[in-house]
């Protein structure tokens, strides 16, 4: 018997022991030990009407000034903040904002419309936002943009700039005036469990753009909006996007790409295991008509679904918004390497399949494998210019290519 009980002891020691390395091996072993900033102890009010702005931006001096990990901590409740500003470089390279809370964004345009971003990272390292809402309150911006009268251009709700070792988790964006989230200048950032939800009509309202950033990845996240779920930019390499939910919204957009003569391209880019749902478009490479030295290359769609989707595939490198600038030009952006594996569901449209591709320098190795699309009951059709590339497996509608 005591032969037994001892033997029961040891094994709940070494399980207890297995515990506890488990948990001090955990990815975020800044997080127990971290100290602890609440915004409310620096005067922020949960009463959805007081500018909490100063109370965020002492709760960020502190955890950036201090030399060990750090964790601002909102609690429940909506905190009214009028601009928040979180700026680096910091001493601290293991910051965490958790979020229990609502941060609430003043509900006139004017306020912040002109600021181009409401909530702020800039020159950060290693900074994980967890959980939290922000709601961007952009229906005054909207209605405005939506009326034709002269407005703001309007704020984004979740800027990062300039920064690198990034997580972003659990995080809900919401009624954003502008774009929802943007990565500009990163690198490695992670994002998972992102909620982003506007109304279809609301203009310009981009879910995640990501431009001129390398080691940027997006999981499973849920993105409605008025516009491109995900609209990736120049200068954007080793992006990795999979389990996205999409609708409504434009799609996930490779581009507008080169805008600008000299621009930097776009490669190795993976999007995987995509549903989308009542789209404007599914999976799109958009381009200028106009001359620059930018590229697409290397880029990977696999396993999408498509529902009911106007544009389901399409390569487009003939945008010429208002036929102002640069009508019968051609785009200077070399589109190669794209590859489309296990695409189906329906189109919206009879065209499910669109490669417009640049009469200058047309598309190259463009790659179909099983994509199935149909046009309610019937056949859908593909259309090609200047798109070159090959079709394997089964191929509906039947490759142009
Ligand atoms: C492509 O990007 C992925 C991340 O999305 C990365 O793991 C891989 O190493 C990159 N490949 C190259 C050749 O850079």
């Known amino acids: 018997m005591a032969e037994l009980i001892f033997i029961t002891c ?32 620096f005067g922020a009010k949960a009463d959805d009407t007081t500018d ?7 709760a960020w001096a502190s955890a950036c000034g201090s030399m060990r990990a750090a964790t601002i901590y909102v609690p429940r409740g909506r905190f009214l903040v009028r601009s928040a500003s979180f700026k680096g470089p910091c001493k601290n390279l293991a910051i965490t904002v958790r979020i229990d809370g609502t941060l609430v964004a003043p509900s006139n345009c004017n306020v912040n419309g ?24 952009g229906m005054d911006l909207w209605a ?11 704020a984004t709700n979740l800027m990062i700039s300039n920064s690198e070792n990034i997580l972003v988790s659990g995080l809900s964006s919401l009624n954003s005036q502008m774009f929802h989230i943007v990565v500009s200048g990163c690198q490695n950032v992670k994002m998972q469990g992102v909620k982003v939800s506007n109304p279809g009509t609301s203009p310009n309202t981009d879910g995640i753009h990501i431009t001129a950033s390398t080691g940027v990845t997006i999981r499973n996240s849920k993105i409605g909006t008025g516009d491109d779920c995900v609209s990736i930019g120049p200068g954007t390499n080793n992006l990795w996007i999979e389990n996205i939910a999409c609708g409504p919204g434009h799609g996930i957009s490779i581009g507008s790409l080169g805008q600008d003569q000299e621009e930097d391209g776009v490669q190795n880019v993976t999007v995987k295991t995509v549903t989308f749902t009542g789209t404007q478009n599914g999976l799109r490479i958009k381009s200028w008509a106009t001359p620059s030295n930018g590229f697409a290359r290397n880029i990977l769609f696999q396993h999408a679904i498509m529902n009911n989707v106007q544009n389901p595939i399409i390569i487009d490198q003939n945008y010429c918004p208002d036929n102002s600038g640069c009508p019968t030009q051609a785009s200077g952006v070399r589109v190669s390497d794209v590859t489309y594996q296990d ?59």
Request: glycine letters at 8%; proline letters at 4%; aromatic letters at 10%.
């Open 10 to 41: 040891l094994n709940y020691l070494v399980l207890a022991l297995s515990i506890f390395m488990l948990l001090s091996e955990s990815p975020s072993p800044a997080y127990a030990a971290s100290v602890q900033y609440n915004v409310v102890s």
């Open 52 to 58: 909490s702005s100063k109370a965020f931006q002492s």
């Open 114 to 137: 002109d600021a181009g971003n409401w909530i702020v990272f800039r020159h950060v390292i290693g900074v994980s936002v967890i959980g939290g809402t922000l709601d961007g309150q």
């Open 144 to 154: 405005c943009k939506l009326s034709g009268k002269s407005c703001p251009s309007g």
């Open 343 to 401: 695409i189906y569901g329906t189109s919206a449209t009879l065209v499910a399949v669109k490669f417009d591709c640049s009469s200058k320098y047309p598309c190259t190795a463009i790659r179909m494998q099983d994509v199935k699309l149909t046009y309610w009951n019937q056949l859908a059709t593909a259309s090609c210019a200047h798109a070159d590339g090959t079709a394997s497996g089964l191929v509906q509608p039947s490759s142009c290519l």
